[in-house]
């Protein structure tokens, strides 16, 4: 177990000076002056330097997630810088903890630790010293500033180890978990239909619509309603009144010629990696067939489309053009220098180059050319409009003095047709009253619209001579169940005792098919069912019979069997210590965490804010 764990922190130190490295091309900048921490847990510092390059760490980890250059701006809306102090006052914390208790980790295993970087070691696999010097010296640290970093990271490994390495989840636990999540159930059913009834629903009386009516109103509201008049205009409205000039036609065209000339293109995905060499090691591991481009991906914990540059030009490619245009198949090819430093390119797919003619694209731009003439000629009418308005002019006046069109709409939280489709209309319809002075509003089309409200009507119920059909639909509806679940009951209790056939169909003309399935899950699928129909299959001892309600029909169902799981499967022990080791993982950080707070708020905490603002001002915005 010792040797694992040393390994593994070995692998964790040979990542985390990759990453520093890299960091360089970056601009990690030492901080120097006479501020040299931007806070501290206790009596212990976090240092100007340490808070940088964790920020730089993070801002460079997202850059490549995201495929492009994240800024400090962007980053502190989302609260990034934030949470890396968070993350390192936790860290920090637990150094505190383990320097006030004594725990400290000695010279040899520091020394042991060291060796196993294998950043740090030459080509025979021994140590290089130099090699090592000039890598702290690209991060910005000193020799006794890493081994110190190495030395903390051992001590709070022991006092991590020792808070939460001893959590343990019982079988008993993982053993219920499994046994409610994986019994299944055996069932015998049948749904009853319409079509089902030996007698058809009887037609209601107007009395019984009535009364219906009455006793669910909440069913037949209306909502609130605003009679709205209404004069506007709009693009398409003027467009077709406006000649096309072929002189001004080709002048556009000419201006958007990379819209009709798209030079040839290519569908690219970029894998960054923190250094050249790193870069062409996994370039020849690719060529030499002992990984995959989607494996290195997985292995960098990104997907696919976290890396997806869609498809790009040969400039837009910058350096890496030449050589991600010099293929003439799908393929891999690098190590090639990008803004974000050494990275593999995978090119997926050619899109040919693209020519439109401008006979091709004439009547296009015309459209286009039309529509925009429209709007400001819209645009252009607003101000007399307007003066019509302040003169008190009705919105009827509009439409006869004006190119605006008239009309009347009932409008709702809910309509959507005609002038409704413009958001803008909707927000001015809900926040005008009756009697607000009209004035001409603009759609993001180049639209224009002036509205006046008439009326307001409440919600209320919907007058019964209204609603009559609704009802007459509901009550049927309702009444079929009934009868339905009426004839349910009835074959319920003439149902024999689970194992025992289900009962046949009463005649030819109206059949109840019952079917059985087996093994049926808690997360199982049980096709034409109304939901909660499985919620109360798993509520059943075995051998009851329920009748479940649904939304137009009936369904009976009988429990034949309850089956446990069996916890033996390998299978399902092989899930059982998974689940064990994630929950212990899961209570074992849970504990940790608590016990930072705890050791954080007893030690005392301070934050140099002025610190933290010269660090954050080094970063580009």
Known sequence: MAKKNTASRAAVWVILLLLIVGLAGFGATNFGGSVNSVGAVGDTEISVDRYARELQNELSRLSEQFGTNITFAQAQSFGIPSAVLQRIMSTVALENEADALGISAGDERVRNQLLQITAFQGVDGEFDREGYRFALERAGLTETEFEESLRDDAARGVLRAAVSGAVTVPDIYTDTLLSYSEETRDITWAELTPEDLETPIDDPTEAELRAYWEANEDAFMLPETRDITYAWLTPGMIAGTIEGDDEVLRTLYEERADEFNQPERRLVERLVFPTEAAAQEAMDAIAA????????????????????????????????GDVVFALDSPGVVGPVETDLGPALMRMNGILEAQTVPFEEAREQLLVEYRTDAARRAIGDKISGIDDLLAGGATIEALGEETEMEVGQIDYTAETRDGIAAYPEFREAAEA??????????????GAIFALRVNEVAEPRVEPFDQARDAVEAAWRSERTVEALAERAETLADEMPAAGEAAPEPEDEDSPVTFRTDTGVGRSGFVPDVPDGFLDTVFEMETGDTRVIRGDTNAYIVRLDAVTPPDLSDPELAARA?????????????DILDAYASAVQQAAGITINQAALNAVHAQFPQ
């Not at 997985?298 to 498809?311: F, M, P, T, V, Y």
């Not at 210590?577 to 950080?589: C, F, P, S, T």
């Open 289 to 320: 067939g002992e990984t995959t481009f989607e494996a290195l991906v997985a292995e960098r914990d990104l997907d696919l489309a976290d890396i997806d540059l869609g498809d790009v030009t040969e400039a837009e490619l910058g350096a890496a």
């Open 432 to 445: 005008t009253e009756v009697g607000d002075f009209p004035e001409i509003l603009e759609a993001s089309d």
């Open 577 to 589: 210590e998974q689940m064990q080791q994630q929950l212990a993982q899961r209570m074992g950080q």
